[in-house]
C-alpha cells in the first residue's frame, strides 16, 4: 500500500494478519500450470472407482466443449513427473476427449498430507460406495495416526492430536459420519472381495456386513459360496449368530448352511436375474433401488400391451 508515493508496506502486514501460517506456506508451494496428461499417475491405492457411466459420457462431452474448468489437483515426485491428488474423473474425461494437457495446482506435500487431501476431495462425490468410503476412511485414519506420532504438532494440518479429539471422529466430519459409524465402515476392509461386492450392490445390509467383517477370510469363503448357490443374504440376526459361532472356533460350511437355511422374519419370496441378462435393457448410472423401479415399469409396461392385445384378439 502506497501513500504519496511511498510504499509502506502495509498489504504485506495486511495479509499476514488475515491468514495462518499454514495459507502462506501453502501459497509458497502451489503453482499453477498445465501438464501433459502422460506425466500424472494415479494415486497409489486409490479407493475411489471411476466409472465409464452416463455421467462420464456427460464429461468428456463437456470438456471436448469446454475444456476442463476446474483445475486437478497433484503433487510433484523425485523423478519429475506428477502424482494425482483430486481429478481422477477429471483426467481420464481429457484422455478421452482427446486432450493432452489439463490444467493442474500443484502443490508440495507429503504421503500423509496427499492421502487426506485425498480422502476428503473425494468424499463430496454425489455416490460413494460403502467399499470406497470403507477403505478411504482407513487411508485416512491411517495418515493422521502417523502424523499425531510427530513431536512437532504445528506440522499438523488438523491439529487433532493435540486438541485430544478422537482421530476416527474427525475422520467421518466432514461427511457427517459419527466415531462409531467410522470404525464401522473401516471394518468392512476386512471383507473379501466377493463379499464387499455384494454391499456395493445393495445385496447385503450395511449392518451385517459388519458383523460379517470378523469372520476369517475361510469362513467368508464358505458363506460367499453359499450365497452364490441360495441367492439368500443373511440378515443381521443371521450374521451375529455366524459371528458369534465363529468367535467360539465353531463356524464351518454345515453351520453356515444350517444357519442361513433358516427362516427370516418377515420372510418373502424374491426374484433373481443374472445381471448379464438384464444390462442391455437397463440404463447405466442407477442405483439399484433405480434398476428395480425401471424393471417394475418395463414390466408394468409389457402387461398392459399384452391385456390390449388379448382384448384386439377377443373381439374378433
Excluded at 474427525?170 to 459409524?181: A, F
Excluded at 435393457?281 to 409389457?302: F, N
Aim: proline fraction near 5%; charge should be negative.
Amino acid at each position: 500500500m502506497k501513500k504519496n508515493g511511498i510504499d509502506l508496506g502495509l498489504r504485506e502486514a495486511f495479509d499476514d494478519l488475515f491468514s495462518t501460517q499454514e495459507d502462506r506456506d501453502n501459497a509458497k508451494r502451489t503453482f499453477l500450470r498445465d501438464i501433459p496428461v502422460a506425466e500424472i499417475s494415479d494415486f497409489p491405492d486409490h479407493p475411489f472407482k471411476v466409472r465409464m457411466d452416463e455421467d462420464m459420457e456427460n464429461l468428456v462431452e463437456s470438456v471436448k466443449e469446454r475444456g476442463v474448468l476446474s483445475p486437478v489437483l497433484v503433487r510433484p515426485l523425485e523423478d519429475g513427473s506428477y502424482q494425482m491428488v483430486s481429478g481422477h474423473r477429471r483426467k481420464r474425461a481429457s484422455e478421452l476427449a482427446g486432450l493432452e494437457t489439463v490444467p493442474c495446482i500443484v502443490r508440495e506435500l507429503t504421503d500423509d498430507e496427499a492421502t487426506i487431501l485425498m480422502v476428503d476431495s473425494n468424499l463430496q462425490r454425489e455416490r460413494v460406495l460403502p467399499s470406497e468410503r470403507a477403505h478411504a476412511y482407513k487411508m485416512k485414519l491411517e495418515a493422521m495416526k502417523r502424523q499425531g506420532q510427530r513431536t512437532d504438532l504445528t506440522s499438523d494440518p488438523v491439529g487433532w492430536k493435540s486438541a485430544g479429539v478422537e482421530s476416527a471422529e474427525i475422520v467421518g466430519k466432514g461427511s457427517g459420519d459419527s466415531q462409531t459409524q467410522v470404525r464401522r465402515y473401516i471394518r468392512l476392509t476386512n471383507l473379501i472381495p466377493p463379499l464387499l461386492d455384494l454391499v456395493d450392490e445393495g445385496k447385503i445390509a450395511f449392518r451385517p456386513a459388519v458383523e460379517l467383517s470378523y469372520l476369517t477370510e475361510s469362513e467368508q469363503s464358505s458363506l460367499a459360496e453359499n450365497i452364490s448357490y441360495d441367492e439368500a443374504t443373511p440378515s443381521l440376526a443371521q450374521a451375529i449368530k455366524m459371528k458369534d459361532f465363529s468367535r467360539e472356533g465353531r463356524l464351518n460350511p454345515d453351520v453356515i448352511l444350517s444357519i442361513m437355511s433358516e427362516e427370516k422374519p418377515n420372510q418373502r419370496e424374491k426374484y433373481s436375474f443374472q445381471a448379464d441378462r438384464l444390462r442391455q435393457y437397463i440404463p447405466v448410472g442407477l442405483t439399484p433401488q433405480q434398476r428395480e423401479d425401471y424393471v417394475v415399469k418395463a414390466l408394468d409396461y409389457y402387461k398392459r400391451v399384452r391385456e390390449r392385445q388379448r382384448a384386439q384378439n377377443e373381439a374378433r
